[in-house]
T-cell receptor
Framework: DVKVTQSSRYLVKRTGEKVFLECVQD?????MFWYRQDPGLGLRLIYF???????EKGDIPEGYSVSREKKERFSLILESASTNQTSMYLC????????????FGQGTRLTVV | DQQVKQNSPSLSVQEGRISILNCDYT??????FLWYKKYPAEGPTFLIS?????DKNEDGRFTVFLNKSAKHLSLHIVPSQPGDSAVYFC???????????FGTGTRLKVLA
């Protein structure tokens, strides 16, 4: 079974802090994604990566950056956390070929106060 | 511009009956459509997918139907069970790219 693990389930940070969200997958998937989920807005793509050190902006990249130094690990960085970044953050991974589905981690509920 | 739309935010169904969740899309170039199920405080779980070259895919109690001319897909759950109560997201993607575009979700409540 594919396992995508996010480092924290719940996180509370202060406005202006630099925040790191970590994600690890164990299935050698090429693609990794960061989404955020907000009520009424569904899942919106922040960044994705299709290879080590490669990244592309998604639909809402402002205020975020990412790092992928190893194939299995994809980090989301909030450079200076703000209250409007309070959300559920979801990491996912998928293969380049084969089935189209992405597999998600359990999510990190981030609250910025 | 929302390319994938789920116009019903919620749906209630009696246990044992059929649940039908709907999804509309605007881009005829999508190659795959997927359904995910999400419980509170958990990540989405993949349910079923369908290629744009097919019009039906079935997996146990779950069947997805694709109507390309109407740019519409639906997920049928038969029979519905209380454990099916969750938020269901449809998603679409293009082959050769890595992006999934999600709808806003439909909350299904199956009443015992």
């Amino acid at each position: 079974d594919v396992k995508v693990t996010q480092s924290s389930r719940y996180l509370v940070k202060r406005t202006g802090e630099k925040v790191f969200l970590e994600c690890v997958q164990d299935m050698d998937h090429e693609n990794m994604f960061w989404y955020r989920q907000d009520p009424g807005l569904g899942l919106r793509l922040i960044y994705f990566s299709y290879d080590v050190k490669m990244k592309e902006k998604g639909d809402i990249p402002e205020g975020y950056s990412v790092s992928r130094e190893k194939k299995e690990r994809f980090s989301l960085i909030l450079e200076s956390a703000s209250t409007n970044q309070t959300s559920m953050y979801l990491c996912a991974s998928s293969r380049i070929s084969g089935g189209p589905e992405a597999f998600f981690g359990q999510g990190t509920r981030l609250t910025v106060v | 511009d929302q390319q994938v739309k789920q116009n019903s935010p919620s749906l209630s169904v009696q246990e044992g009956r059929i649940s039908i969740l709907n999804c509309d899309y605007t881009n005829s170039m999508f190659d795959y459509f997927l359904w995910y199920k999400k419980y509170p405080a958990e990540g989405p779980t993949f349910l079923i997918s369908i290629s744009s070259i097919k019009d039906k895919n079935e997996d146990g109690r779950f069947t997805v139907f694709l109507n390309k001319s109407a740019k519409h897909l639906s997920l049928h759950i038969v029979p519905s069970q209380p454990g099916d109560s969750a938020v269901y997201f449809c998603a679409a993607s293009f082959s050769g790219t890595y992006k999934y575009i999600f709808g806003t979700g439909t909350r299904l409540k199956v009443l015992a």
